[in-house]
């Protein structure tokens, strides 16, 4: 890592200064930064995966997205398999389900499995003022405001329940071609988003299943006292830039999703306090950077892996563009004639760069993982990287309790995939 022998005199208060120091890292630095951060290029266990391990990852990564697509494996899922390798998904089932929990589902960068730690953090979501619950939801919880008292109290009475389980009789708007939610479970997300009711687990059907917060969160994080707003959004940030490593002021927002003002006051505050360090990374200098204090800076990373779409790594896709030169975007609600490499693809990383990506599905009937189309990047070797990755989808075949990989000649790393 170079260091620039600069000092920035920053106001840290009435009458004082401090000295921030500030870095300059060349690109592949950065790289490094990142993915160590997010605990890529550690050698994986020669040992099963228990539940420590899956609490090393949660303290790092802060949160696990949510996506019911079930096209390969559920999002949550994968970025345990990403850094450790094959796991008993129990472990991050029995970490968000049951006690002492790990985990608790609410509102981080969507959707997610977060840290439990963070739930006084995120309380202030649940106030008027800072929710940024969707307007339709809000407002359906006004327009059914004489649902509230009854669906609290059959929580209360008959909970762990579901949305299922409580329903009214309704004639349901069956034209949108969402989720055309009843009432109930209208009322239900928005009681979850005020903090009034939580999740207890997901059923069979993926639904959730709601209960009151004191029978589901640990009564020792309920006990904590509740931050202000402010003190909240820079504790988020705090943890953001500890999972990032390198960030931009838009990266450290974007991880849980931060509103532009609280987010700035709160990168202030860690800078003046030398938990951030200003940075300019070459070939980025436009936009500037924050360097976590305690970043580490390996010489090299030697990692492998097949990422979800929904993977904390690939969050904020302009920071990805600008690190790794990986340009990616999701194609799942794209017409399948417009789509450019696939329905559900997933990066590949190798040492510390994203050198291809695959369409995958888990075809479970007929026991196979099956490659819908395989894409190199540019400058890569193609029979370098299909060897590695080939080895990756036989591990990520076999640890989702299918018998074999399919590859299907889409693609300019199909055949050299196949060959392999």
């Not at 969050?315 to 030169?325: N, Q």
């Not at 799942?332 to 789509?339: A, D, N, T």
Request: glycine share 4%; net charge positive.
């Amino acid at each position: 890592m170079l260091r620039l022998p600069v000092h920035l005199p920053v106001s840290a208060g009435a009458g004082s200064v401090c000295l921030v120091r500030r870095e300059s890292l060349s690109k592949a630095e950065a790289r490094r930064i990142a993915l160590a951060a997010q605990g890529f290029g550690v050698p994986r266990l020669a040992r099963p995966v228990t539940m420590r391990d899956v609490q090393a990852v949660t303290s790092r990564l802060a949160q696990f997205q949510i996506d019911s697509i079930n096209v390969v494996t559920r999002a949550q899922f994968m970025p345990l398999f990403s850094r450790l390798g094959p796991y008993d998904p129990a472990l991050l089932e029995r970490a968000a389900y049951r006690a002492p929990r790990r985990l608790f589902e609410y509102w981080g960068h969507a959707a997610s499995l977060i840290d439990v730690s963070l739930q006084p953090l995120l309380r202030f979501r649940m106030e008027p003022g800072f929710r940024d619950v969707w307007a339709g939801v809000e407002r359906a919880a006004r327009e059914n405001a004489d649902l509230i008292p009854f669906i609290r109290d059959e929580v209360a009475a008959r909970g762990p329940i579901s949305a299922r389980d409580l329903e009214v009789v309704e004639e349901r708007d069956r034209s949108n071609w969402g989720w055309n939610w009843s009432r109930v479970k209208t009322v239900l997300e928005w009681l979850f988003y005020v903090g009034e009711v939580t999740s207890a687990y997901r059923n069979s059907q993926f639904e959730r299943v709601y209960d009151l917060p004191e029978r589901v969160i640990p009564s020792s994080v309920l006990a904590v006292p509740t931050p202000t707003p402010q003190e909240s959004v820079t504790g988020l940030v705090r943890r953001a830039a500890r999972a990032l490593g390198i960030a931009s002021e838009s990266c450290l927002r974007d991880y849980f999703r931060t509103r532009v003002a609280m987010t700035r006051q709160a990168i202030t505050s860690l800078v003046e306090d030398g938990e951030l360090i200003p940075a300019v990374v070459q070939g980025s200098e436009s936009r500037p950077w924050y360097l976590w204090h305690r970043a580490r800076v390996p010489r090299r990373i030697a990692a492998r892996a097949l990422l979800s779409p929904f993977d904390s790594m690939i969050f904020e896709r302009a920071r990805l563009e600008r690190l790794f030169d990986f340009v990616y975007r999701i194609e799942i609600y794209v017409p399948e004639l417009k789509r450019v490499h696939g329905y559900y693809v997933y990066p590949f990383l190798l040492g510390d760069q994203f050198v291809a990506r695959v369409d995958l599905k888990a075809d479970r009937a007929h026991g196979l993982l099956r490659v819908n189309a395989a894409w190199i990047e540019p400058g890569h070797d193609p029979y370098q990287v299909a060897t590695e990755l080939s080895s990756e989808l036989k591990i990520m075949a076999e640890w989702l309790g299918l018998q074999a990989v399919e590859i299907v000649l889409r693609g300019d790393l199909a055949a050299a995939l196949s060959a392999a």
